[in-house]
């Protein structure tokens, strides 16, 4: 396993959104392209805002918290049909126990937490890209296209 960090949030050609993790010595990047709500979940953790109501991710790590349940770590730890899995390693009253989710809500829910981002050695060989610079104006045009989102420019309402 290989403890990663989130670089930060891209954007692709089509406006998809790509959650970026480096290895701790910044040689590989692991670019997964996630959707709109996970990253602006994501986001939010990386800048420490706080939304006037919990997010979901916060809203777990409540629960989690006031179960006594400490997330150890996440890792992604498979690739197939170009789609990432990942786990939670979870530990409470006594007891481990890795749970199957999605890499985004894992990432958020790591972010929240403070719980180190792991992906293993043949996923970082299979998807990793060499290092390019991540465009700041991109960077801030996704920023500012999530703090500016209302639910009803998605449907929501």
């Known amino acids: 396993m290989i403890e990663v ?15 970026i993790l480096k290895d701790e010595h910044g040689k590989r990047i692991l670019p997964i392209w996630v959707g709109l709500f996970e990253a602006q979940a994501i986001l939010f953790a990386i800048e420490g805002l706080v939304p006037p109501r919990p997010l979901t991710h916060d809203l777990l790590k409540t629960i989690m918290e006031t179960m006594g349940v400490v997330v150890r770590g996440i890792v992604i730890n498979a690739i197939q049909d170009n789609t990432y899995f990942a786990k939670i390693e979870i530990q409470g009253n006594g007891h481990f126990s890795e749970i199957d989710c999605r890499p985004s809500d894992a990432i958020a829910l790591a972010l929240r937490t403070a719980a180190p981002i792991y992906v293993s050695d043949p996923v970082l060989s299979m998807a990793t890209m060499p290092q ?3 465009d700041d104006n991109e960077v801030q ?17």
Do not use: E, H, R
């Open 5 to 19: 960090k989130v670089a930060g949030i891209a954007m692709d050609a089509s406006n998809m959104p790509i959650i």
């Open 132 to 134: 390019a610079p991540i």
């Open 141 to 157: 045009v996704f920023k500012d296209m999530l703090k500016n989102i209302k639910p009803k420019d998605i449907g929501l309402l």
